[in-house]
């Protein structure tokens, strides 16, 4: 669909109202995830706030001729109420069947938020409703002078409630991306002490390292277990080769049988008490698979990024 989102007010003179929070503000907050979030399930969105006007009529007209000249599908102009600081709940105004059409599923998803249902209402009177050429709907979210309203709201979840409404669907969460350890420079005593911490990698007394920076006897000796468990030459320094061996395990790549094997492989085995021969073979997929198991993770042999969070974080 093409959307016409109208973030109410905001275009001074036309300002919001005032109460426990400012209007402006909030029809901001989620007028702006909404269009995000259209944009986002494949919708085509008009922004269709005026840049500069003069009076809070010309505000209006612009909103209308936005959306207007687009010819948006539906328009939705978002707002906040306000009265007496003893009201509240959710309206949505409309005037055509169409608009109503709209207009209820947007209500149901609000409403599930905990707001109180105000209904469905005839917006004959305000003039962004009455005067485009689309099916269109203002939401009145909830009352901003309300202790009741302000307590439950939460921009995110009204967003969502707005775009679920419209569309049926919402975009799945962002996926963090996984920072690539790979060629990080920092080869710092610091960073070397955090990441064989994060490994469980501890010293020759079997205790984690004090995260301090300074290079001794007991950071030494933690190389030199790490070394003996991935299978390098045993230094007790950590040389270029060392390091390599720390960035690709906390790249945390994707693990597969018959498609890694090494020091990548020998990590794993230790930490999942499978022999450690570097080869992702038969035992070291039914370790996998126990751990994936007791985690409560599905099972698959495949170290993804669920597996490798619950083994490094």
């Not at 009455?130 to 203002?138: D, K, V």
Request: charged share 20%; aromatic share 6%.
């Amino acid at each position: 669909m093409k959307i016409g989102i109208d973030i109410g007010h905001n275009a001074p003179p036309d300002t919001g109202a005032k109460g426990i929070k400012f209007e402006d503000h909030l029809t901001t907050e989620v007028g702006l995830m909404v269009m995000e979030k259209l944009k986002a399930l494949g919708h085509t969105v008009v922004d269709c706030k005026p840049q500069k006007v003069y009076s809070v009529k010309q505000s209006l007209v612009q909103r209308v001729n936005i959306a207007n000249s687009a010819r948006v599908d539906v328009f939705v102009s978002i707002h906040f109420n306000a009265f007496n600081t003893r009201a509240y709940g959710t309206e949505i105004f409309a005037t055509s069947s169409k608009g109503r059409q709209f207009a209820k599923p947007v209500l149901t998803e609000i409403v599930k938020l905990g707001f109180f249902n105000r209904g469905i209402k005839n917006g004959f009177h305000l003039y962004v409703v009455r005067n485009t050429s689309m099916p269109a709907i203002l939401v009145e979210c909830c009352f901003i002078d309300s202790q009741n309203d302000m307590k439950l709201y939460n921009g995110e979840a009204m967003a969502n409630a707005i775009v679920k409404g419209l569309t049926g669907e919402l975009p799945p969460p962002p996926v963090e991306p996984i920072p690539d350890e790979t060629n990080n420079p920092d080869t710092s005593v610091l960073r070397l002490q955090k990441s064989l911490n994060r490994l469980k990698i501890s010293d020759k007394d079997d205790k984690m390292l004090d995260e301090d920076g300074d290079l001794g006897p007991a950071t030494n000796s933690a190389i030199e277990n790490f070394q003996t468990t991935v299978g390098i030459q045993i230094t007790g320094v950590a040389s270029k080769t060392t390091w390599d061996a720390l960035n690709e395990i906390l790249s945390k790549p994707i693990v597969r049988q018959n498609h890694a094997a090494g020091t990548l492989v020998q990590y794993l085995q230790y930490r999942l008490g499978a022999d450690m021969d570097g080869i992702y073979g038969p035992q070291t997929e039914l370790a996998i698979n126990t751990f994936q198991r007791d985690t409560g993770l599905v099972i698959d042999g495949i170290i993804g990024p669920l597996t490798w969070e619950k083994l490094i974080g």
